[in-house]
């Protein structure tokens, strides 16, 4: 198992940027797949971003793309998702998430139950 927590939420005005981390421990990160979701009161768990492990292919879903940007360090064990461009839609709990993958890119994982550990999420208000 690898724990996983995220930070850097917060409000921001609309248009404003945000930078959130997702910090791993217990197992190196380097042989896992990281995503981002996100959940708003009364919707379901929607797909944000996902990166391949050695962070040389992302994905993103349409709502974000040309927007937000997926990264990773794993000589620190750091995932992140740079958000510019913030609209009031993209309020939201971000959570990041992990799953062990076989590949080393070209196939993306873009669904909630194919993710084995979960962070804790972080609140991100963007207002008008």
């Known amino acids: 198992q690898v724990q996983l927590v995220e930070s850097g939420g917060g409000s921001v005005q609309a248009g404003g940027s945000l930078r959130l981390s997702c910090a791993a421990s217990?197992?190196?990160?380097?042989?896992?797949?990281v995503g981002w979701f996100r959940q708003a009161p009364g919707k379901e768990r929607e797909f944000v971003a996902t990166?391949?492990?050695?962070?040389?292919?992302?994905y993103y879903g349409d709502s974000v793309k040309g927007r937000f940007t997926i990264s990773r360090d794993n000589a620190k064990n750091t995932v992140y998702l740079q958000m510019n461009s913030l609209k009031p839609e993209d309020t939201a709990v971000y959570y990041c998430?992990?799953?062990?993958?076989?590949?080393?890119?070209?196939?993306?994982?873009?669904?909630?139950?194919?993710?084995?550990?979960w962070g804790q999420g972080t609140q991100v208000t963007a207002s008008s």
């Open positions: 998430a992990a799953v062990v993958s076989p590949y080393s890119g070209n196939y993306y994982y873009t669904r909630t139950n194919e993710y084995t550990s």
């Open positions: 217990g197992r190196t990160i380097s042989m896992y797949v």
């Open positions: 990166i391949s492990r050695s962070g040389g292919s992302t």
